[in-house]
């Protein structure tokens, strides 16, 4: 990585109220998200990898057992909304001794974003403004947002967005407003999050049948995959 050290946090600690059980813990080709994500993170590069919990946090925990360089981080406000939950993560990152030079920010609930597409962000972050975010939708590119790289320059601007405002706001909306500064990478495999029983369904025929994860097997994780 030419630009520097990047760290990641992921966010794991929403309570999956749409979905009626912990997103985090649903398989995916054979792991829970909130280890998937996770471990895409480390492959991708980053290290330190912070997931913050909340929400079922002493059963999503234990799925992140045995990942070299991933520690929970547990945020007791999580039922605020999302953008405490990345004020926390983002806090502790950058009270890392010695600093990152960049964090990316990621999440368990967008099963198709692997350590490729991590990796793709975090090889564009060095541009000329030190941001890089996920551009997808339709037409393509329409949406900028996460997951994406923060450069340490821009943390502390984004720290005090976060704490202007509350509930779900996050990176996303401070992307958006400082779009000229961001380099955007094509990434249509964020375009997927997880949150009510209808993706499930459509994650369930994207694994299909006979494959862990399959129709059938989608299912919650309250163990550590071995």
């Known amino acids: 990585m030419s630009g520097g050290r990047v760290a990641a946090v992921v966010l794991a600690a929403g309570g999956s109220a749409r979905l009626g059980r912990p997103k985090q813990l649903v398989v995916h080709a054979g792991e829970p998200l909130v280890r998937r994500a996770a471990r895409a993170a480390r492959l991708a590069g980053a290290d330190p990898v912070l997931v913050v919990l909340g929400a079922h946090a002493d059963a999503v925990a234990p799925a992140l057992a045995g990942l070299d360089g991933v520690r929970p981080l547990l945020h007791a406000g999580w039922g605020a909304g999302m953008a405490g939950s990345l004020l926390a993560g983002l806090e502790a990152v950058r009270a890392a001794d010695p600093a990152p030079d960049a964090v990316l920010v ?30 997808y939708g339709d037409p393509p590119g329409a949406v900028l947002g996460v997951p994406a790289v923060f450069g340490r320059a821009h943390l502390g601007a984004l720290l005090d967005a976060l704490r202007a ?21 094509p990434l249509p495999e964020a375009a997927f999050d997880l949150d009510t029983p209808a993706d499930l369904d459509r994650l369930a025929a994207l694994d299909g049948p006979g494959t862990p994860g399959g129709p059938g097997e989608v299912t919650s994780s309250t163990e550590a995959p071995r």
């Open 106 to 135: 990621t999440l368990a609930d967008q099963p198709l974003v692997d350590a490729a597409a991590l990796g793709r962000l975090i090889a564009a972050w060095p541009g000329a403004h030190a941001l890089a975010a996920a551009a």
């Open 165 to 185: 405002v509350d509930g779900d706001a996050g990176a996303g909306r401070w992307l958006r407003a400082h779009r000229a500064m961001v380099t955007p990478v």
